[in-house]
């Protein structure tokens, strides 16, 4: 199958259910898009068992575009329903286009059929998520219709540093019983 580099822009796209088939060509597309220097936080959870866990949860929210025999982009979304609410919320998980196809309406075309089939579900709101820095996410989002930017904190504690530093410390204290 041809890369992402090789798109065509007089072809048709066509935007369509993923199957158990196009699991690995997502999966690349995503590796493409999502990573440590675009985002840390989304490079740590992007891995073949998100796709497949999103395929096997919400398979009819797992979309993909294909532009001839190519896949250029794909959207995963599920629905969240609330103790004690009236409300559906849809959450558009992730949406990645490969690089040669931004900017030709891939993303939007993605949302489009995702906002029509989580309205089919009963979703009243659909909600993402990008980091604070994608001002080409925001933007995107925002052309959109998504408002109510909301700024809020990601954190990690890398656990393997704290063992090697209280190891290291450890091994430079002499032993009390032993001076």
């Known amino acids: 199958m041809p890369t992402c580099n090789q798109i065509n822009h007089r072809e048709s796209l066509c935007i369509r259910p993923m199957g158990v088939d196009d699991l690995a060509e997502v999966f690349h597309i995503g590796e493409l898009i999502f990573t440590a220097e675009y985002s840390p936080s989304l490079y740590r959870t992007w891995d073949e068992y998100e796709v ?4 096997n949860s919400d398979s009819e929210l797992c979309l993909v575009a294909e532009s001839g025999d190519r896949i250029v982009g794909f959207a995963l979304g599920t629905t969240v329903d609330k103790h004690h609410s009236a409300w559906k919320y849809g959450y558009l998980v992730w ?4 690089p040669k196809a931004q900017k030709l309406r891939v993303g939007q075309n ?3 059929e995702m906002k029509r089939r989580m309205r089919a579900q009963g979703v009243r709101m659909i909600i993402v998520d990008t980091d604070a820095d994608n001002r080409a996410g925001i ?3 925002t052309k959109l219709g998504f408002g109510n930017i909301q700024e809020h904190v990601y954190m990690t504690l890398n656990l393997d540093r704290r063992a090697k530093k209280k190891k290291k410390k450890k091994e430079e204290k002499p032993d009390a019983a032993n001076p």
């Not at 949406?95 to 490969?98: E, H, S």
């Open 52 to 55: 497949i866990s999103m395929f």
């Open 110 to 112: 993605l949302f489009k």
């Open 139 to 141: 933007d995107f989002f």
């Open 95 to 98: 949406l990645g286009v490969c």
